[in-house]
């Protein structure tokens, strides 16, 4: 990283959390390192996308944009769950929207290109006199696809490995806690237009600092005493226990508060009381515009305690303060009072601590470095 690309007003983004100062305001404002982050990042990771319970049975798909493009996702003969691009091969037109059943085939509704369910062109009307015209050569386009403990990831890079991402570490971790979420299901969905840059809104989820004083009600669900956490280049795991009697929870003080965070943008909590897990997705909508969508997987009702309450305290209590929060400070970030700060980081590296945030940052600014131009 050279230092005129990460220098600010203060001095220079630094390897060492407790001695740095924070990224220049112009990460989270300039439309050129926004455009750089897409390509460099999101073109390059494994993104969620869903569960294989959004596609319970041949022909089932569910249609998302990730990266800035349209995705189809789709369960094919035989069982197998394939991604593709959603795009006709013929003129580029969407195939689908939204989420829904096929019976055998993807139709095009612009000019009826008809395509199986393996991605292959079928039928093309009118082709039979085009010159050299061969539906082989005209198939979907597939992308990469891996499913991590009942969850679905996409990479956009043909050349990127599971490895890459950490993801069989990942779904150790998530079946060491859940190991039913392969057949949970998402019970409730939301979604979030937040006006703030992605790297706000997970740098929100990648310290603790902020927790005692921007979330009162959230700092009494766990004892501020033990925890543990396990950090790995692509993934960070923490784990709290609770604090016995949180109304509503009916909480011990056995049961576990856990949090991971996935490069690049999801991040993913479990609150004590209710074996749920809440997935969240940061989807970059423009430098200052950031499309949450957030997830909440269960075991069948009678099996999921709490779950009302985890919902009410999720959506409707820390998830609207964390929003408010980062609205805020994407409109500080693009005040002329304001440049670079310092990370509030111990050596141990502590949760409550911004440690992971300096981690995260550290990783943006390695990923930018490998894109050849600026």
């Not at 990479?155 to 079946?175: C, K, M, Q, R």
């Not at 956490?229 to 709290?240: I, P």
């Not at 002329?336 to 440690?355: C, I, K, M, N, T």
Request: glycine residues 8%; aromatic residues 10%.
């Amino acid at each position: 990283m050279t230092a005129d690309l990460i220098s600010g007003e203060r001095g220079a983004f630094g390897n060492v959390a407790h001695e740095s100062f924070t990224l220049p305001s112009r990460y989270y404002l300039d439309p050129d390192i926004h455009a750089r982050e897409i390509r460099a990042i999101f073109q390059k990771s494994w993104l969620y996308a869903g569960h294989v319970t959004d596609l319970p049975e041949v022909g089932s798909y569910l249609t998302v944009d990730l990266a800035g493009q349209p995705i189809l996702i789709l369960r094919s003969k035989g069982g197998e769950i394939r991604a593709f691009f959603n795009v006709c091969q013929h003129r580029g037109h969407i195939l689908l929207s939204g989420q829904g059943q096929l019976d055998d085939l993807i139709v095009c509704p612009y000019h009826s290109w008809c395509y199986g369910l393996d991605g292959s062109l079928m039928t093309a009307r009118l082709t039979t006199k085009v010159c050299n015209f061969d539906k082989a050569d005209f198939s979907l386009k597939s992308i990469q696809l891996a499913v991590v403990a009942g969850l679905i990831f996409i990479n956009l890079n043909p050349d990127a490995t599971p490895e890459d991402g950490e993801l069989a570490d990942f779904e150790t971790s998530i079946l060491d806690h859940l190991p039913a979420m392969p057949s949970y299901s998402a019970r409730y969905r939301f979604d979030f237009d937040i006006a703030a840059n992605w790297k706000v809104v997970v740098d929100n989820f990648s310290e603790g600092y902020h927790i005692p004083v921007a979330h009162p009600v959230l700092a009494t669900l766990y004892d501020k005493q033990g925890a543990s956490s396990r950090v790995g280049k692509r993934l960070g795991f923490y784990q709290r226990t609770a604090r016995a009697g949180f109304s509503g929870f009916e909480t011990t003080g056995d049961e576990p508060y856990l949090t991971w965070t996935l490069w690049p943008n999801t991040c993913l909590l479990s609150l004590p009381g209710c074996p749920q897990l809440i997935v969240l997705r940061m989807s970059p909508a423009g430098p200052g515009r950031c499309l949450e969508r957030a997830d909440i997987y269960c075991a069948p009702e009678l099996e999921s305690p709490n779950l009302e309450a985890v919902k009410s305290l999720f959506a409707e209590i820390f998830n609207q303060e964390d929003i408010s929060l980062v609205e805020n400070v994407q409109r500080g970030l693009a005040s002329l009072g304001y440049d670079q700060g310092r990370y509030v980081a111990d050596p141990a590296g502590s949760w409550f601590s911004e440690s992971g945030l300096h981690r995260f940052h550290r990783q943006i600014l390695d990923a930018l470095e490998d894109i050849d131009e600026y």
